[in-house]
C-alpha cells in the first residue's frame, strides 16, 4: 500500500474536528412473524423457478453460471420479503434461502421426473429410482436437457455433479436473501438508512480511507497523483438526520501497474458529523478532486 506524499496537503488533525466512531454492526431484529414470511416467500419462489428453470433448462443451458442465477433468483424470494417486513435476521435468512435454493433444485430433476413418467418410457418408478436410472446413464454436456449428449461422466461424477449444482444453486439464494438485509437500519425508526454516495474522489486512499475510519472527515482532502479513487457511501436515517447515526463506508483503490490495492473502512459515526461531510464534498468538488456537481 503506499503512504500519503511528503508534499501532500493533509489537514491537521489538530485543527479538525475528528469524532468518535464505532465499528458498523448491522442491526439485528425483527418482528417474529417476519421470517415466517420470508420462508412462505422463498417456498413459493422456489416452486416457480424450479418449473421456470427446468423449461430452460431443455432448451439450452450455462453449465454453472445459470445454477448460480437460478439461486439467486430464489434469494430474491427470501430477501424481498424480508426487507419488507423488516427482518434483520441475516443468518437465518440465509440457512432459509440456502434451503430453499436446494429445494427448487430439486423440483427442476423433478418436472424432468414427471416428463419421463408421462412420456411413458418404461415401467412406473419413483422419482429416487428415476435419479438413480439417470445417474447411471450418466450426465452429458454439449446439449441442454435431461439427457444431453456425448459422452457421460458416469454414476459417480454425475452425482458429484449434481450436488456441486446444488450447492452453487443453494450458496445464490444464501447470499441474496442475506444482501437484501444487510443495509444499515435505524432500530430508533424501525426504517431502513437511505444511501448517499460521496465521490469517487481523486484522493490518496491509503490516508484518506484510515483517517476517514477514525473519525476525520477532512482526512478526504488529501489530492492524489495517479490511478487512485476513494468513494464514500453515507447511510442516513431519513426521519432522524443528523439526530441519528451516521453509518460511513469507505472503499479506496489504487491501480498499481497489473495490482490493485484496496482500501475498506465502516464505522458509525454521531448524526453531528452529517454537516462535516457536507462541507467536505463541498471542499472536494471546489479542489478539483471529482465528485457530482450541483
Given at each position: ?248 463506508k469507505l472503499t479506496g483503490t489504487h491501480q498499481d501497474g497489473r495490482k490493485m490495492l484496496t482500501w475498506n473502512g465502516f464505522v458509525t459515526y454521531p ?24
Open positions: 500500500m503506499s503512504d500519503v506524499p511528503d508534499d501532500a496537503p493533509a489537514p491537521d488533525p489538530q485543527s479538525q474536528r475528528q469524532f468518535p466512531v464505532l465499528p458498523y454492526a448491522a442491526s439485528r431484529g425483527g418482528p417474529a412473524y417476519a421470517l415466517g414470511v420470508s420462508a412462505f416467500g422463498g417456498l413459493m419462489t422456489a416452486l416457480v423457478f424450479g418449473v421456470a428453470v427446468a423449461f430452460v433448462r431443455s432448451m439450452f443451458w450455462i453449465v454453472m453460471v445459470f445454477p448460480l442465477l437460478h439461486g439467486v433468483l430464489v434469494g430474491a424470494g427470501v430477501g424481498i420479503p424480508a426487507r419488507l417486513t423488516k427482518c434483520r435476521y441475516q443468518k437465518g435468512l440465509a440457512l432459509v434461502g440456502a434451503v430453499c435454493g436446494v429445494l427448487s433444485y430439486v423440483v427442476v430433476h423433478y418436472v424432468f421426473y414427471l416428463s419421463f413418467v408421462g412420456a411413458g418410457n418404461g415401467p412406473p418408478i419413483g422419482f429416487w429410482e428415476y435419479m438413480d436410472v439417470k445417474a447411471t446413464e450418466g450426465v452429458r454436456f454439449g446439449q441442454a436437457g435431461a439427457g444431453g449428449a456425448g459422452n457421460g461422466i458416469g454414476y459417480t461424477g454425475s452425482i458429484i455433479y449434481w450436488v456441486f449444482e446444488a450447492i452453487i444453486t443453494a450458496a445464490g439464494a444464501a447470499a441474496l436473501a442475506s444482501v437484501c438485509v444487510g443495509s444499515p437500519f435505524c432500530e430508533g425508526c424501525n426504517r431502513w438508512k437511505r444511501k448517499r454516495q460521496l465521490g469517487p474522489y481523486r484522493v490518496e486512499p491509503g490516508y484518506s480511507v484510515p483517517a476517514v475510519a477514525a473519525g476525520l472527515p477532512t482526512g478526504l482532502l488529501v489530492p492524489a497523483d495517479g490511478k487512485k479513487s476513494v468513494v464514500v457511501a453515507l447511510y442516513v436515517c431519513p426521519a432522524c438526520g443528523d439526530q441519528g447515526t451516521l453509518d460511513v448524526g453531528e458529523a452529517l454537516q462535516t461531510f457536507d462541507e467536505v464534498e463541498r471542499a472536494c468538488r471546489e479542489l478539483g478532486l471529482g465528485g457530482k456537481k450541483k
